[in-house]
């Protein structure tokens, strides 16, 4: 039996590195161009090439997203990238638009496809239709349920099916926004998304006499477009016998704390799936882990059917349970001690958490 894939995001290669240390089996990452992350640090040609040859060291798989909707003049540098991408042995490329598709299978035959979450893919049929062009793995659609998702796998099961297992979600359809354009002239479907959703709105509603009365959630405002952020740690092993191969987690733009975090819950997880079945998420352990970043309240999302309580009405996410301190530059020494680089002030008698690859140590 296979085991399922636990998939990271990196947006620069400090945060690769993070996702390497703990435990991710693949990583997606951008370069400077054709990534939907623009305002991610995102990785240079001389990285890519880099990460791939340390990755594959460590049996870890390098997808690079080439996902924007191309524009006529984005092709001639496309197809250099393809190539380049090519030959530097990257595992896969994400793509989105049908023309890069047609344009990658040309100018780099053995470079190999997945179809990115943004071109909605929402059927069995459209999945066999993308294998049938050469796609070898397709990231789901996020509206899915996952009886549909097993229904996807049982009439395609030679495609390989990824969908997401945590992070932040767009009020949009699988992140396909105009908002961001229309607002503030960012497209993000070119990758310059000022996450419009999560903004504070007042809806006003026009009286007979033309007086404007506002309509508010509360005092703060009305956060009718900012989702909760998806949580499938409990439900592993309902996402494996559906069909899917690899477990996404969103946030390229997110902090080395928070990927630290989330990847190693996710590894501990997964990993204790395969130990004791489904009893593993009887130990809270895990998802309280995922409480000690920032994040929104937490949702299955549509993963069991229909939800209507997928907004977060808050004007804002947690903190988190934990402050992040500290990075550990430099191991001990014979006398015990490390060399740390702190990001955030402490004092004596603070009580610090250590975050390692296996556990949490107090």
Not at 132 to 152: D, F, N, P
Request: charge should be neutral.
């Amino acid at each position: 039996m296979n085991k399922v894939e636990l998939l990271a995001p990196a947006g620069n290669y400090s945060k690769f590195k993070t996702a390497l240390y703990f435990g991710a089996d693949a990583v997606y990452i951008g370069g400077k161009d054709f990534s939907l992350r623009a305002f991610s640090d995102n990785f240079s040609d001389e990285e890519i090439e880099k990460a791939v040859k340390e990755a594959h060291v460590k049996n870890v798989k390098i997808y690079v997203t080439v996902n924007i909707f191309a524009r006529n003049y984005d092709f001639d540098k496309a197809a250099e990238y393809f190539r380049f991408l090519e030959r530097v042995n990257v595992d896969a490329v994400l793509i989105t638009d049908p023309g890069l598709i047609s344009l990658c299978k040309k100018v780099a035959p053995n470079l190999k496809i997945h179809l990115s979450t943004q071109a909605n893919t929402l059927n069995k049929y459209a999945v066999k239709f993308w294998a049938e062009q050469g796609v070898e793995r397709v990231v789901l659609a996020r509206e899915l349920s996952l009886a549909e998702i097993k229904e996807i796998h049982e009439f395609c099961p030679e495609t390989q099916l990824e969908a997401f297992v945590h992070g932040a979600m767009c009020i949009s359809y699988s992140g396909r926004c105009l908002l961001s354009n229309y607002f503030n002239g960012r497209d993000a479907n070119r990758g310059e998304c000022v996450q419009a959703c999560r903004w504070s709105y007042e809806l006003r509603e026009k009286s007979k006499s033309g007086e404007f009365f506002p309509v508010e959630e509360d005092g703060r405002g009305t956060y009718v477009l900012n989702s909760k952020d998806l949580n499938m740690i409990n439900h592993i092993g309902e996402m494996i016998e559906s069909g899917i191969c690899s477990l996404k987690i969103e946030g390229r733009m997110k902090s080395e704390y928070y990927l630290a975090t989330v990847v190693n819950a996710y590894r501990r997880a997964i990993d204790e799936y395969y130990k004791i079945g489904d009893k593993y998420a009887k130990n809270t352990m895990f998802y309280d882990e995922l409480k000690k970043t920032n994040h929104r309240a937490f949702t299955t999302a549509y993963m069991f059917g229909d939800n209507d309580e997928t907004v977060n009405y808050a004007d804002t996410q947690s903190s988190g349970e934990k402050q992040f301190i500290a990075v550990v530059a430099e191991s001990s020494d014979e006398n015990g001690y490390f060399v740390v680089e702190m990001r955030n002030r402490f004092k004596k008698g603070d009580r610090l958490e250590l975050l390692t690859p296996r556990i949490s140590t107090k």
